[in-house]
């Protein structure tokens, strides 16, 4: 019953998480520009190698990185293979997420920011991968 009774709120999470996502994407060009600008302006002060370009490309890692581990987890708790099946979740979301955005304004879908999203996930999946593992073998005293 403890797997199944933390699926819930582990799905929850997941979903609240795409809704951030795709909420991200709808935005049309010139406030998904402002925003990032934003986020350029508080970052230089630490990361004065930062520009637009990287900031954007680390956002879109940095979301499906986090998707990842919660896509790990949803399945973990189900008893599948995780791993393989948070990529191919997240790849689905990832192109999902691409085609939203070919019908924003000013926006337009790339098959790049799809392959960079399915690392994000591949990584973030991979690092709850170690994290259990490393928990586990913690509980079992190695």
Do not use: C
Not at 79 to 88: D, E, F, I, R, Y
Not at 117 to 124: K, R, S, T, Y
Request: net charge positive; no cysteine.
């Amino acid at each position: 019953m403890g797997k199944r009774w933390r699926l819930w709120p582990a799905l929850g999470a997941t979903v609240l998480w795409l809704w951030f996502i795709y909420a991200r994407s709808a935005q049309p060009a010139d406030i998904s520009r402002a925003e990032s600008e934003g986020v350029l302006e508080l970052l230089l002060h630490v990361f004065p190698f930062l520009n637009m370009v990287i900031v954007r490309k680390l956002a879109h890692f940095t979301e499906f990185f986090l998707l990842g581990g919660l896509l790990y987890l949803d399945w973990s708790l189900l008893g599948k293979p995780a791993l393989l099946l948070s990529a191919l979740t997240g790849l689905l979301a990832a192109a999902a997420d691409e085609l939203l955005q070919t019908f924003v304004p000013g926006r337009s879908g790339q098959l790049s920011d799809v392959l960079l999203d399915l690392f994000g996930v591949i990584v973030g999946a991979g690092l709850a991968l170690l994290l259990r593992r490393r928990k586990e073998a913690k509980g079992r005293g190695a």
